[in-house]
């Protein structure tokens, strides 16, 4: 049996939450630009639960926006497709199963752009939404004079200089833009390039103020791992426990965020799907969102990836699954990052709580999250993410942070590399090789080329200005604790480092 809207009622699994029928004639408010497992992970899922709690009553237009691959599975299945929700929420284990109906229709720009224009039409159409990748939100003047534009901007601004005309310039006509494309301030750079390109189009100078005043370009971050299409053999399985076939199902960790910044009341009325779940957040500043992900989840991830790949762990599943390595993880952030994080916008209550969610997400073991992938383009994710802290940490205590010192120490002997015949840094490690992919490599292999003993390595690399934008090794008995376990991790293993820390 398909999963579409005529069988939804003959489906016998209590376990799987169904649609009511009347979902299916809510009105369209929301028009998507792209069809990807992230927005129907996240954004759709907030939709479909408010209004299966009758709070947002909207459905959503997708725009398919690339040319290839078609639309067939969504039209076959009238939109419908299962969530799989599993993961761990406070510590405690969460397997759901949801059938989707948020989405009422899929178009393709390339074959029915005149049908996605009409939409600009509509009354109810009151929000836009987008994740065309970072290379998305890219100006391209000629989409200025295009009939048919290629870049998203260029798709919006038509849409936008419709409906305007539709509704002859009314303020309250103004749509609710909200990119989640990984750009900090998307929501501002996409606004800026939809001006130039109007500007570059000579619009009039209503329409351009109509732009500027009466849209409200939402700038937001989305955080929730949505691993993509189930693999054959695993989606066979998964309908087989289910009971029917569904060509777009999809898996989720229960973790969820996305963070919208308005301080528009008018907005926030709109968006009233964020009543349905604590994981919507509205605020007039998302920086401590940013924050909290880049520094306790993703800094986190950056200080543990090469000791895991040093350990022989594959998936961050697997490494937290031994006890050791996750006391590791847990006294780095709880210990280390957390009173760093902690601050005037960010409450120690808030940066704990959101340490736990992380550990909650790493212990995933539906996830398949790959370290080796964690450390590509290692050495700029340390600048960026790590440094910071190391700063922090001593303009607060003045002394060495153990833990950040092993995981720094993993990350100089994990990018310690022989350049292979095809100009590939390999690095190795108890028989195990293993490409190297950063951009940064070439510097830390001439660093240990030209020196070839661990103290004068690491004292080259600590003291390399154009990685770091400063010297580490001035961080006072920095130097002399990652030399320490660099030693350690050559004579031991990863498990015994961790357990002794660093010895300054």
Known sequence: MQLSRTTV?????????????????????VLQFGTGVLLRGLPDYF???????GLFNGRVVVVKSTATGGTDAFKKQDGLFTLLERGFEAGERKDRAVINAAISRVLSAHDEWEIILSCAASAEMQVIISNTTEVGITLVPEDARAEKPASFPGKLLAFLKKRYEAFNGSAEAGMVIIPTELIVDNGKKLKAIVLELARLQQATDAFIN????????????????????????????????????????????CYRLWAIETASERTKAILSFSKADAG????????????????????????ACGLA????????????????????????????????????????????EFATSVIDRFRNTHIEHLWLNITVQYSSKMAMRNVPLLKKYYAQSGSVPERMAIGFAAYLRFMRSRLTDNNCYTGSHKGTDYQIQDDKAGILHQAWSTTGNIQEYVAAVLNDETLWGCRLSELPGFEAAVTACFSQLEENDVTSVITKKAEV
């Open 47 to 53: 939709i479909d639960k408010a209004n299966k709690q």
């Open 9 to 29: 009622a003959q489906i016998s699994n209590s376990g799987v939450e169904k649609p009511a029928d009347a979902l299916f004639q809510l009105p369209e408010k």
């Open 210 to 253: 109509w732009l500027n005043e009466a849209n409200d370009f939402c700038s937001s971050l989305v955080d929730r791992i949505v691993p993509g299409k189930l693999n054959s053999a695993d989606a066979k399985l998964e309908q087989e426990k289910l009971g029917y076939e569904d060509e777009l199902l999809i898996m989720s960790e």
């Open 280 to 303: 919507v957040v509205l605020a007039p500043d998302i920086n401590k969102f940013r924050e909290l992900k880049l520094r306790l989840l993703n800094g986190t991830h950056t200080f």
């Open 309 to 352: 790949c040093l350990a022989g762990y594959e998936t961050v599943k697997e490494a937290m699954q031994d006890e050791d390595f996750r006391t590791y993880v847990s006294e780095l952030m709880y210990q280390e990052i957390v009173p760093l994080v902690a601050g005037e916008t960010i409450t120690t209550e808030e940066a704990n």
